[in-house]
């Protein structure tokens, strides 16, 4: 047989939807420049979209603290996230402010991008974000079903965001917290010992603060696992801005998953770090 007569037509951009980026795409910047994957776990309603709509709103107004915009490769996908944002801004609590996340392909997460510029010292971080359904955490809880998880080998940091209102309820409070317990357990076997650093963000910080004594209880649940973590109180959105405004803890977050910030002035020439060509799933496995 000969060679197809026709090539099959490229697209003129590789993201001309700008919808969420799959696997392949996400692979695709890797190849030509560091991208900072980060994992997304949380039951469901925990507030995961939440925090993904809130720090495009955020970012997008110039008002992440620390933090410039400089593009991303899934506006539309984040407008469409946003909507909600925006009904809740124009005075009118909707009844669900994120869409709930449904996914066509059950198998893959799809990620939205943001590159963004530190202030302090110019560098440019590609921060690749998955939105996904609170059930895959679920069910990598109950059943460790972790196939679709295997791209958080690539990740740099995870974060599992919690509902600031069960730690808040009693009667919720211990369940919630020896099940984090099996999740970090879980993520424990999945990277084998080498778990990416792991930030627990608690939003609803607008209805609730963390005390201290619930916060060692959740810490301590991964420390038993040998599992550090970093805790956060969010409040991607606020019931009561006069107290803590819509946004908080995120600045805090993207910080912690970017790293601490290197003493070094920026090379000369050069405020990128060089693309490393690292495969994007092999990327962990190889270390
Ligand atoms: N007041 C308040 N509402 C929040 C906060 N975080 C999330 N929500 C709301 O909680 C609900 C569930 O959030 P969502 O992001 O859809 O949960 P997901 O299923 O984890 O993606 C939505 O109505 C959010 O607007 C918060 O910090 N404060
Ligand atoms: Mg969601």
Known sequence: MGAAVLEQPERASA??????????????????????VVGI????????????????LLVSHAKLE???????????????????????NDGRAPEQMTVHTELTDDRSPGFLHLRLVRRSDGRCVDLALPDIPGEWTQALVATASSDRFEFMRSAEAIWI?????????????????????????RLKT????HTPRLMVVVTHRDLYALEDNVAERLRS??????????????APFSEQPQNIPAGFGL?????LTIGIPSARPPLWGSTEPAADGRSYLNFRRDR
């Open 41 to 56: 776990l949380g039951d469901p309603e925990s507030g995961k979209t939440a925090c993904l709509a809130s720090l495009y």
């Open 190 to 193: 999945m990277f084998e010992g």
């Open 161 to 185: 965001v919690l509902d600031g209102r069960s730690l808040a309820d009693i009667e919720k409070r211990h369940g919630l917290i020896v099940r984090m317990g099996q999740l970090a357990a």
């Open 251 to 255: 600045a805090e977050l993207v910080n």
């Open 66 to 88: 620390g933090w410039s915009f400089r593009d991303s490769k899934s506006l539309t996908a984040f407008e469409e996230i946003a909507r909600g944002a925006r009904d809740w």
């Open 221 to 234: 649940e991964f420390n038993r696992r040998d599992v550090e973590v970093e805790i956060v109180g969010a």
């Open 15 to 36: 993201f001309a939807s700008s919808r969420t980026l799959g696997l392949d795409d996400l692979n695709n910047i890797m190849g030509t420049r560091y991208v900072n």
